[in-house]
């Protein structure tokens, strides 16, 4: 079993920065794939961005340039950096585990961007 547990959410005024940290723990296999997806009110989830063991990422287009997503495999936790935070961004971001067997998530951390 694994757990992922984020946390680093929460209020911030259009045009600042947040930092986002997910925890893994359990059976965590190599290689494996960790995101960050996000899903507003009313809308579907989307993939934010993802990195792979070996450190490669991909990021949607709407995050290019203002995220950036790191990991650090010793401690199994996966960070998403986030500048200049639009209201559009508001929404809750879950954590993805994608090893060997099924995907793994967790329970999410709410980031709100207003004024």
């Known amino acids: 079993q694994v757990q992922l547990v984020e946390s680093g959410g929460g209020l911030v005024q259009p045009g600042g920065s947040l930092r986002l940290s997910c925890a893994a723990s359990?059976?965590?296999?190599?290689?494996?794939?960790m995101g960050w997806y996000r899903q507003a009110p009313g809308k579907q989830r989307e993939l934010v961005a993802s990195i792979i063991s070996e450190g490669n990422t991909n990021y949607a287009d709407f995050v290019k340039g203002r995220f950036t997503i790191s990991r650090d495999n010793a401690k199994n936790m996966v960070y998403l950096q986030m500048n200049s935070l639009k209201p559009e961004d508001t929404a809750v971001y879950y954590c993805?585990?994608?090893?060997?067997?099924?995907?793994?998530w967790g329970r999410g951390t709410l980031v709100t961007v207003s004024s």
């Open positions: 359990g059976s965590i296999f190599s290689p494996n794939v």
């Open positions: 993805k585990l994608n090893q060997r067997g099924p995907d793994y």
